[in-house]
């Protein structure tokens, strides 16, 4: 399966882990659809489709679904850094707060640009072997309404332990 992935284009391949990675772990993230726009050392973008299943009744994006995704672009920078440590390292969310400006009246991005925090906090966790928390800004746009203009930000609370 590594093999054939890694065929693929980076992002291709991004948004099919966290696809995967939702069908068999956290079905809402599969149904949600969620793709992986970039991912590198500093950002992570996921973009989320507003259709039938992710709208509510005012067609904007559902507040649940904000919250799924807001969720994938910090735990994805996370995961992955995790995966390249090479080390098992249990993942959860602490808390979460969330401010919402406006509708999202369309396809809604999700930008983390704390990679590289993101990255030391992991090794931080890894040597000390203490569960710790960092809190990881996501901040929510829909291009095509708005701009660069937030929609929505979040501030979720990441809570890493060492596994023995």
């Given at each position: ?11 291709i391949r991004d948004t099919a882990l966290l696809r995967i990675f939702g069908f068999t772990k956290i079905p809402m993230l599969w149904f949600i659809k969620p ?130």
């Amino acid at each position: 399966m590594q093999k054939v992935l890694n065929l693929l284009p980076e992002s291709i391949r991004d948004t099919a882990l966290l696809r995967i990675f939702g069908f068999t772990k956290i079905p809402m993230l599969w149904f949600i659809k969620p793709s992986v726009v970039k991912m590198d050392d500093e950002t992570c973008i996921v973009k989320v489709p507003l259709n039938r299943k992710t709208k509510n009744h005012l067609n904007s994006m559902y507040f649940g679904v904000l919250s799924a995704a807001a969720d994938c672009a910090g735990g994805l920078t996370a995961m992955k850094h995790i995966m390249n440590s090479g080390k098992k390292v249990s993942l959860a969310f602490k808390d979460f707060h969330a401010d919402f400006y406006k509708r999202a009246e369309g396809d809604t991005l999700f930008t983390n640009t704390q990679g590289k925090e993101i990255a030391q906090f992991v090794q931080d966790v890894i040597e000390s072997g203490e569960r710790m928390h960092m809190p990881v800004h996501i901040i929510a746009t829909v291009p095509s309404k708005f701009g660069d203009e937030p929609v929505a930000e979040f501030t979720l609370t990441l809570s890493l332990k060492l596994k023995y």
